[in-house]
């Protein structure tokens, strides 16, 4: 019998293993870059009104009640928006007025949110507190801050959850509720207002259950009292 050489020894089968697998690696890149970016496109007015959940929503969820529930199936928490339905994903009907009103068009809460997002980059609030995994963890993590229970206890001396929350960032050592203070900003009430719109939008990303353990965090020193 012929002394034929092994097949790893080959030139001819690495150069095609080589060309095969940049082929199928090419082809799955591609595919996976349309799907996150079919992920991170944001929602519209028509996903809400056919209740389409989107991982990022639609500007128009700040006219909308944003709750934050354990979903058994996924393990984690997700935002539920107006309301939960029965198989415990959001309805999109509970409505919740937003500085006044709750008809927000998707122009104007658009707007909004973009100038709350530029005034967060302008003040460099990722320096302290972290937003979507960026940042630092000086300050609490504000991914989720809207959904902050304490905001809630707040809501009726202030007219409102974003009242309180906006009276805050106007003023911050006013307001202090924990021992380490967060400094004054120079924030103009305009400015206040978008940043809430920012921080309520935020809330309503669903981003796998992340921060973990959010609102849970026992032992947080309280100055007020
Ligand atoms: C120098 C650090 C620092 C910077 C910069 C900073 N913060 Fe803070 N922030 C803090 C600290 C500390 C707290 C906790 C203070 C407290 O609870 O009294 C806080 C608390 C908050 C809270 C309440 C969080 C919650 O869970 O309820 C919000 C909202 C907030 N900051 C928003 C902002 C925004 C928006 C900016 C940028 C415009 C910003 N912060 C910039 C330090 C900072």
Same mark, same amino acid.
């Given at each position: 019998?012929?002394?034929? /050489?092994?097949?790893?020894?080959?030139?001819?089968?690495?150069?095609?293993?080589?060309?095969?697998?940049?082929?199928?690696?090419? #082809?799955?890149?591609?595919? %996976?870059?349309?799907?996150?970016?079919?992920?991170?496109?944001?929602?519209?007015?028509?996903?809400?009104?056919?209740? #389409?959940?989107?991982?990022?929503?639609?500007?128009?969820?700040?006219?909308?009640?944003?709750?934050?529930?354990?979903?058994?199936?996924?393990?984690? @928490?997700? =935002?539920?928006?107006?309301?939960?339905?029965?198989?415990?994903?959001?309805?999109? @009907?509970?409505? *919740?007025?937003?500085?006044?009103?709750?008809?927000?068009?998707?122009? *104007?809460?658009?707007?909004?949110?973009?100038?709350?997002?530029?005034?967060?980059?302008?003040?460099?609030?990722?320096?302290?507190?972290?937003?979507?995994?960026?940042?630092?963890?000086?300050?609490?993590?504000?991914?989720?801050?809207?959904?902050? /229970?304490?905001?809630?206890?707040?809501?009726? +001396?202030?007219?409102?959850?974003?009242?309180?929350?906006?009276?805050?960032? @106007?003023?911050? /050592?006013?307001?202090?509720?924990? @021992?380490?203070?967060?400094?004054? %900003?120079?924030?103009?009430?305009? *400015? +206040?207002?978008?940043?809430?719109?920012?921080?309520?939008?935020?809330?309503?990303?669903?981003?796998?259950?992340? =921060?973990?353990?959010?609102?849970?965090?026992?032992? +947080? #020193?309280?100055?007020?009292?």
């Amino acid at each position: 019998m012929e002394n034929r /050489p092994s097949v790893w020894s080959s030139n001819r089968f690495w150069r095609r293993s080589a060309t095969w697998v940049t082929g199928v690696a090419s #082809v799955l890149l591609v595919f %996976l870059t349309f799907d996150s970016m079919g992920q991170m496109k944001m929602g519209t007015a028509a996903d809400i009104k056919n209740k #389409v959940d989107k991982r990022i929503p639609s500007p128009l969820v700040i006219n909308y009640k944003i709750d934050y529930k354990l979903n058994k199936t996924r393990g984690h @928490e997700i =935002p539920i928006i107006g309301g939960m339905d029965a198989n415990g994903y959001s309805k999109y @009907e509970e409505k *919740e007025k937003f500085f006044g009103k709750d008809n927000w068009s998707e122009k *104007e809460a658009k707007a909004l949110i973009h100038k709350g997002k530029l005034t967060i980059q302008a003040k460099n609030c990722m320096d302290c507190h972290t937003l979507l995994g960026n940042g630092a963890y000086y300050a609490p993590d504000l991914t989720k801050a809207w959904l902050d /229970p304490t905001w809630e206890t707040l809501a009726s +001396a202030y007219g409102g959850k974003e009242y309180a929350i906006a009276k805050f960032l @106007e003023n911050p /050592p006013a307001m202090a509720m924990h @021992e380490r203070k967060m400094p004054n %900003l120079g924030i103009t009430k305009e *400015e +206040a207002k978008a940043v809430v719109a920012y921080l309520k939008f935020m809330s309503a990303i669903d981003t796998n259950g992340f =921060p973990r353990n959010f609102g849970k965090i026992k032992g +947080a #020193v309280d100055a007020r009292k």
